[in-house]
């Protein structure tokens, strides 16, 4: 058996996770910043609909297979061959992402499928796609095997080196969306080159796992297929939805809406670091968890992560939501004031996906894939009227509400599929659905109402200057978040004694380090 590397402590890797994504997040702000303000509302709304679909599309194509990949590897690490098993898989993937768009265009079926865009960026944005894809499943093997510190480094230089490749463009006044594509891949094709060799490195696997026999090969591909054949419905569904959305907005309300759209989704997104940052990991560890039939661990992962994780996503993006327009002033400039209203609805998506992706990570982990796709098989034909009645025209029996109609779309079907998925974890762990249902409410509208009210006190006190404001507001608001956390913990997720017990073995861990003499 080939040798398998030590992980570190999961506090060591998440502290990694965290702060790899937190500058990411600042990096993502920059470059959101600079390439919506190069490409405009238009050309981005087009890159921005093209990465969606094809996204959409691989994650149909592989039917959460790659989740079954990182779920085995973390709780059977004596199980390699399923690496060389997949790598067969995801070359077949490949091909139908990248021929998929090559015979649509030959059939002249392309305008029907993409209106508005041309057929060769279409094909270079799949092959992006597809690079993105290959380094995301590489960073899951990193994660499942624990090399979670490792990861995040390679990952912040690879985000550094993006950002200033960005940056040089814009600084020449070459970036388009053609330049802005190259970028992408070349930035892609050097994170899956450093992440193979960090696998390489560790020795855990041999070449012949990457090599496995014909029996080895199907069975694996029987795994595979009995972990991700009952959400093929799902995942149908889940891609016909995705996709109706932003074909629904694109022809109807066109590529500048679209742009709205997908800059106040970025900016939303680019919020969220925790769950970039805790996502791979509570899934790697309710995967150990369910593999020993450990519920009592699973359940205690449950209580004492996701709400704590969905407390303080809540903390910035509804001060975030609070300030809409001055965040898109920040990120886009001027020319996409239309996207304000948008942002101030889309910023409550990442707080809710949080805890949809946290609470999700457990069916997932516990092979409960049927109930997923039954979940989606009745969601899924409401979200698509629902998208239609919002945002088509009025002739057309719609409310023309364009990119806002959209986003509460979104946002009212994140709530209601989370908490679907809430319930069913509730009764398999043994939680009481009720409380962490009315934890979700009683957050939100607490800290929505304490921004709010934060920010008519600095523009009260404050000169007219809505940069000013917004940084007033915010001290204000952090204030009065640190007295919520020190006073009422348990909207955390945590209590009191768990606080002061981590504040006196931070304490001591520090004068233990003071006291250690110079090497």
Same mark, same amino acid.
Request: hydrophobic share 55%.
């Given at each position: 058996?080939?040798?398998?590397?030590?992980?570190?402590?999961?506090?060591?890797?998440?502290?990694?996770?965290?702060?790899?994504?937190?500058?990411?997040? /600042?990096?993502?702000?920059?470059?959101?910043?600079?390439?919506?303000? !190069?490409?405009?509302?238009?050309?981005?709304?087009?890159?921005?609909?093209?990465?969606?679909?094809?996204?959409?599309?691989?994650?149909?194509?592989?039917?959460?297979?790659?989740?079954?990949?990182?779920?085995?590897?973390?709780?059977?690490?004596?199980?390699?061959?399923?690496?060389?098993?997949?790598?067969?898989?995801?070359? !077949?993937?490949?091909?139908?992402?990248?021929?998929?768009?090559?015979?649509?265009?030959?059939?002249?079926?392309?305008?029907?499928?993409?209106?508005?865009?041309?057929?060769?960026?279409?094909?270079?944005?799949?092959?992006?796609?597809?690079?993105?894809?290959?380094?995301?499943?590489?960073?899951?093997?990193?994660?499942?095997?624990?090399?979670?510190?490792?990861?995040?480094?390679?990952?912040?230089?690879?985000?550094?080196?993006?950002?200033?490749?960005?940056?040089?463009?814009?600084?020449?006044? /070459?970036?388009?969306?053609?330049?802005?594509?190259?970028?992408?891949?070349?930035?892609?094709?050097?994170?899956?080159?450093?992440?193979?060799?960090?696998?390489?490195?560790?020795?855990? &696997?041999?070449?012949?796992?990457?090599?496995?026999?014909?029996?080895?090969?199907?069975?694996?591909?029987?795994?595979?297929?009995?972990?991700?054949?009952?959400?093929?419905?799902?995942?149908?569904?889940?891609?016909?939805?995705?996709?109706?959305?932003?074909?629904?907005?694109?022809?109807?309300?066109?590529?500048?809406?679209?742009?709205? &759209?997908?800059?106040?989704?970025?900016?939303?997104?680019?919020?969220?670091?925790?769950?970039? !940052?805790?996502?791979? /990991?509570?899934?790697?560890?309710?995967?150990?968890?369910?593999?020993?039939?450990?519920?009592?661990?699973?359940?205690?992962?449950?209580?004492?992560?996701?709400?704590?994780?969905?407390?303080?996503?809540?903390?910035?993006?509804?001060?975030?939501?609070?300030?809409?327009?001055?965040?898109?002033?920040?990120?886009?400039?001027?020319?996409?004031?239309?996207?304000?209203?948008?942002?101030?609805?889309?910023?409550?998506?990442?707080?809710?996906?949080?805890?949809?992706?946290?609470?999700?990570?457990?069916?997932?982990?516990?092979?409960?894939?049927?109930?997923?796709?039954?979940?989606?098989?009745?969601?899924?034909?409401?979200?698509?009227?629902?998208?239609?009645?919002?945002?088509?025209?009025?002739?057309?029996?719609?409310?023309?509400?364009?990119?806002?109609?959209?986003?509460?779309?979104?946002?009212?079907?994140?709530?209601?599929?989370?908490?679907?998925?809430?319930?069913?974890?509730?009764?398999?762990?043994?939680?009481?659905?009720?409380?962490?249902?009315?934890?979700?409410?009683?957050?939100?509208?607490?800290?929505?109402?304490?921004?709010?009210?934060?920010?008519?006190?600095?523009?009260?006190?404050?000169?007219?200057?809505?940069?000013?404001?917004?940084?007033?507001?915010?001290?204000?608001?952090?204030?009065?978040?640190?007295?919520?956390?020190?006073?009422?913990?348990?909207?955390?997720?945590?209590?009191?004694?768990?606080?002061?017990?981590? /504040?006196?073995?931070?304490?001591?861990?520090?004068?233990?380090?003071?006291?250690?003499?110079?090497?």
């Amino acid at each position: 058996m080939s040798d398998i590397p030590a992980a570190d402590s999961f506090a060591k890797r998440f502290a990694y996770k965290l702060g790899a994504n937190f500058a990411g997040t /600042l990096l993502s702000f920059f470059q959101a910043g600079i390439v919506s303000r !190069a490409l405009g509302p238009g050309t981005y709304g087009d890159y921005n609909f093209l990465t969606n679909a094809f996204n959409q599309f691989i994650a149909f194509l592989e039917m959460r297979s790659s989740t079954f990949l990182y779920t085995s590897v973390s709780s059977r690490r004596e199980n390699r061959h399923i690496v060389g098993v997949y790598a067969r898989l995801a070359i !077949a993937i490949s091909a139908i992402a990248v021929f998929f768009p090559i015979i649509v265009r030959t059939l002249g079926l392309q305008t029907l499928i993409w209106p508005g865009q041309n057929g060769t960026v279409i094909v270079v944005v799949a092959i992006v796609c597809l690079t993105l894809w290959y380094a995301d499943l590489l960073a899951k093997l990193c994660d499942a095997l624990g090399l979670t510190v490792s990861l995040e480094i390679t990952r912040a230089a690879n985000r550094v080196l993006f950002f200033s490749a960005i940056a040089l463009l814009m600084r020449w006044g /070459l970036i388009n969306i053609r330049s802005y594509l190259a970028a992408q891949f070349a930035a892609n094709t050097i994170l899956i080159v450093l992440l193979a060799l960090t696998l390489r490195k560790t020795a855990a &696997f041999r070449k012949a796992d990457l090599h496995p026999d014909r029996s080895e090969t199907r069975q694996t591909l029987s795994e595979i297929f009995a972990y991700s054949h009952p959400i093929f419905v799902y995942s149908l569904m889940e891609l016909l939805s995705n996709y109706a959305d932003r074909w629904l907005l694109q022809k109807f309300g066109g590529s500048i809406q679209q742009g709205w &759209f997908s800059l106040a989704l970025n900016i939303g997104l680019a919020f969220n670091v925790l769950i970039n !940052a805790l996502h791979p /990991l509570i899934m790697r560890e309710f995967s150990v968890a369910f593999a020993g039939n450990d519920i009592d661990g699973a359940r205690s992962i449950f209580r004492r992560l996701i709400p704590a994780s969905y407390t303080l996503s809540a903390i910035v993006l509804c001060y975030a939501a609070m300030n809409a327009e001055g965040c898109i002033r920040i990120v886009g400039g001027t020319a996409y004031e239309g996207a304000t209203g948008v942002f101030a609805v889309m910023a409550f998506l990442p707080i809710i996906h949080n805890y949809s992706m946290l609470s999700g990570s457990a069916l997932y982990a516990a092979g409960r894939t049927r109930l997923i796709r039954n979940i989606g098989l009745v969601t899924t034909p409401i979200n698509i009227a629902a998208t239609y009645f919002l945002i088509a025209p009025r002739q057309y029996g719609g409310l023309d509400l364009g990119a806002a109609g959209l986003a509460a779309k979104i946002v009212a079907a994140e709530f209601i599929g989370n908490n679907i998925v809430l319930f069913f974890n509730a009764r398999m762990l043994g939680l009481r659905f009720r409380t962490y249902f009315f934890h979700q409410i009683y957050v939100v509208a607490l800290l929505a109402a304490a921004a709010f009210g934060c920010k008519q006190a600095a523009l009260y006190a404050l000169p007219d200057s809505w940069l000013l404001v917004m940084a007033g507001g915010g001290i204000l608001y952090a204030a009065f978040c640190a007295l919520v956390f020190y006073y009422t913990p348990w909207l955390f997720g945590i209590d009191r004694d768990e606080i002061l017990a981590f /504040l006196k073995n931070a304490i001591a861990r520090s004068r233990t380090l003071l006291a250690e003499p110079p090497l």
